[in-house]
C-alpha cells in the first residue's frame, strides 16, 4: 500500500480536494480519511450511541464517498468536509430506517446499546453524571438540534459549514445552536432536578 | 448546569476517538476497495491549478480591501483638491488628477476633467500670486503653473476636436432621399466647437494677462457647456 504523502504548502484541505476534484487522485481519498476519520466517526458515535454501528456507518460514509467523487460528482461542491458530513447524516437515516424495520435499535433505546468502555472513556472525559445526559439523553434531543449539538460543540465546526452540511443559512444556524443548546440544557437541569 | 459548563463539557467529549485498530483496518481496506489492485499514479496540480488555489487564498478579503480602496481613493481625490501648490504634498493632488484621468474613458468626460484642472491651475497661480512673498519662489511656481495650465488646455483642446457626430448621415447617392434634419446636426457641432476654441483662447488670454481668477471662470463656464 502506497504510504500517506504529506500536503503541501498551499494548505492541505484545498489541495486534497483539489487533487479529487480534478483528477480523482485515489492516494489524496486516502489522506482526506486520515485527515476527517475521527471526526466523522465521532458524529456518527454520537447520532448513534454504538460503537459497533459507528464503525460500520464511517465504513459506508467513506465508500460512498469515493463513489460519488469517481462518478465525478464533485463538481458542484468546494471543501470535502460538508460532503461527508452529508453522507453520514443521510447514512445514519438509512440506519435508523433499516433497523426501525427489524425493531432492533431506536433513538429511544441506543443509550441502552451503547458501548461500555467507550461510556468509560467518555465517563473519564467529561464526568459519569454528564456522561450519564449524553449517553441518554442526547438522543431524545429533536434530530436538527443533535446535529448542530455535536458539530458545533463537539466536533468544533463553524457556522458556516454547518450552514452548508445542513443546507440552511448561517442565520438559521446560529438559531437553531441557540434553541438547541437551551433545550440540552433543560434536560440537564431535569437530570439534576430528579436526583 | 449554567451555559459554559455544558458547553466545556460539551467539548471534552472530543476525546472520544475511534479505535486505532479499527482505523488502521479500515483504511486499508478502504485502500483496496479503491484502488482496486490498480497502480497509483502520482498527481500534480498544473500551474494554473496551484495559482487558481493561491489567488482564492489570497483574494478572499478582496470586497473588504475593494471598499477601503475605494474609500481612501474618494477620500483622497476630495482631500487634495484643497492642496495648495506650495505644498509638499502638491504631489498627491498631481497623482489623484492623473488617477481621475485614468479611470475616466469617455473623450468628452475628459475633456471636461481637463478643463477643470486648468481652471484648478488658475486658482492656485492667483493664489501664489497674491500670498507668496519671496518673489523668485513666485515666479518659478508660477512658470510650473503656466505650463501646467498650458498642458491641460491642449489636451482638453485636443479631445475636443476628437469630439464628432456619431450618426451617420445617408448621402443622396445611396438612398435618393435626404433629410431635413440631415446637415444640422454636423453645423451644430461644428459651432459648438468654434464657440469652445474661442472659449479656450480667450482664457488662455486672461491667464497670460495675470487674470487668473477670470481664466479660472471662463473654463468653468465652458466646462458646464461641454456635453
Known amino acids: ?21 480534478k483528477h480523482k487522485d485515489k492516494q489524496a481519498f486516502i489522506e482526506s480519511y486520515d485527515l476527517y476519520i475521527e471526526q466523522i466517526y465521532r458524529f456518527v458515535y454520537f447520532k448513534i450511541g454504538s460503537k459497533e454501528d459507528a464503525e460500520d456507518i464511517t465504513s459506508q460514509v467513506f465508500l460512498k464517498c469515493w463513489n460519488y467523487i469517481y462518478e465525478g460528482n464533485l463538481l458542484s461542491h468546494d471543501t470535502l468536509k460538508p460532503l461527508l458530513y452529508k453522507i453520514a447524516r443521510n447514512t445514519v437515516i438509512d440506519h435508523y430506517r433499516s433497523s ?26 467529561v464526568g459519569m453524571d454528564f456522561q450519564k445526559i449524553i449517553s441518554e439523553k442526547l438522543p431524545l434531543l429533536k ?37 438547541a443548546l437551551q433545550s440540552l440544557q433543560g434536560i440537564a437541569e431535569d437530570s439534576e432536578d430528579i436526583k | 448546569m449554567t451555559e459554559r459548563e455544558l458547553v466545556k463539557n460539551l467539548s471534552a467529549l472530543q476525546s472520544v476517538r475511534p479505535n486505532r485498530d479499527w482505523v488502521k483496518r479500515n483504511r486499508e481496506v478502504l485502500s483496496y476497495q479503491i484502488f482496486n489492485g490498480a497502480e497509483y499514479t502520482e498527481t500534480h496540480l498544473s500551474f494554473y491549478e496551484r495559482f487558481s488555489l493561491i489567488s482564492k487564498r489570497v483574494l478572499q478579503p478582496t470586497p473588504i480591501a475593494a ?19 506650495d505644498s509638499p504634498l502638491y504631489i498627491a493632488k498631481t497623482i489623484s488628477e492623473r488617477a481621475q484621468l485614468a479611470a475616466t ?34 515666479n518659478n511656481q508660477l512658470q510650473q503653473l503656466s505650463s501646467n495650465f498650458k498642458q491641460e488646455i491642449d489636451s482638453a483642446r485636443a479631445r475636443i476636436s476628437k469630439i ?64
Not at chain 1, 148 to 166: C, D, G, H, Y
Not at chain 2, 67 to 85: E, Q
Not at chain 2, 108 to 132: D, G, P, Y
Open chain 1, 1 to 21: 500500500m502506497n504510504k500517506p504523502k504529506k500536503s503541501s504548502i498551499f494548505g492541505g484541505e484545498q489541495v486534497l480536494f483539489l487533487r479529487l476534484k
Open chain 1, 100 to 125: 426501525k424495520d427489524k425493531q432492533n435499535v431506536s433513538l429511544e433505546n441506543a443509550a441502552e446499546l451503547s458501548d461500555e468502555k467507550q461510556n468509560l472513556e467518555l465517563g473519564l472525559a
Open chain 1, 143 to 179: 434530530e436538527e438540534y443533535r446535529d448542530v449539538i455535536i458539530l458545533r460543540f463537539i466536533n468544533e465546526l463553524s457556522v458556516s459549514e454547518i450552514a452548508k452540511i445542513l443546507s440552511k443559512t448561517s442565520g438559521n444556524v446560529r438559531v437553531l445552536i441557540h434553541r
Open chain 2, 67 to 85: 471598499l477601503i480602496a475605494i474609500f481612501l481613493l474618494v477620500g483622497g481625490v476630495f482631500a487634495s483638491k484643497n492642496i495648495p501648490a
Open chain 2, 105 to 138: 474613458f469617455d473623450e468628452t468626460a475628459k475633456a471636461r476633467l481637463n478643463l477643470e484642472f486648468a481652471s484648478q491651475r488658475a486658482a492656485e497661480a492667483q493664489q501664489i500670486n497674491t500670498n507668496s512673498e519671496d518673489q523668485q519662489a513666485k
Open chain 2, 164 to 227: 464628432k457626430p456619431t450618426t451617420p448621415n445617408a448621402t443622396p447617392d445611396d438612398s435618393g432621399v435626404v433629410s431635413a434634419q440631415s446637415g444640422k446636426d454636423d453645423k451644430g457641432i461644428q459651432v459648438k466647437l468654434q464657440t469652445t476654441e474661442q472659449g479656450l483662447q480667450e482664457a488662455e488670454k486672461l491667464f497670460n494677462a495675470k487674470d487668473y481668477n477670470g481664466a479660472a471662470t471662463k473654463l468653468n463656464e465652458l466646462g458646464q457647456t461641454l456635453q
